[in-house]
């Protein structure tokens, strides 16, 4: 099967800075967003804030439990935030909107699915997963 390749966009009422600290802080903000549904058992093993960081994190799909393993990078600082690794690269990216009042923030992700059945389970949810995490993240950030 081939990769699996996702995107979602939202514009979210707050500050890009606002925003993109409370992606980089894996220490505190940046666990609060995940879909709970999906992740679990974040641990920081390096850093906890933006370039450098390193996370472990569960994710359970249907029927299946793995641990995932990513390094964080910040390719443009303060705009794009990356997570690689254990197959999987995710983006996130914030600019700014309404002479940066909001902010739009897109998530893409690339990922090898798994074999079989479960990897046409996982083509099917990985699109609604970074939904529910933007709405997360509006919804910690709006408050």
Do not use: C
């Amino acid at each position: 099967m081939d990769k699996i390749h996702a995107q979602a966009t939202k514009l979210i009422e707050a500050p890009p800075e606002k925003v993109y600290a409370v992606l980089a802080n894996y220490n505190q903000s940046h666990p609060a967003i995940l879909p709970k549904q999906v992740f679990s058992d974040l641990v920081v093993e390096q850093g906890g804030v933006g370039a450098g960081t390193v996370v472990r994190v569960t994710m359970a799909a249907p029927g299946t439990k793995q641990e995932l393993h990513v390094t964080v990078s910040e390719p443009e600082p303060g705009r794009v935030l990356v997570e690689s690794g254990s197959g999987m690269i995710t983006t996130f990216t914030v600019d700014p909107k309404d002479g940066g009042k909001s902010s739009q923030v897109t998530i893409s992700t690339e990922t090898t699915p798994s074999p079989g059945p479960q990897g046409w389970i996982e083509k099917l949810v990985t699109p609604g997963l970074l939904w529910d995490e933007l709405h997360l993240l509006a919804k910690y950030v709006e408050k």
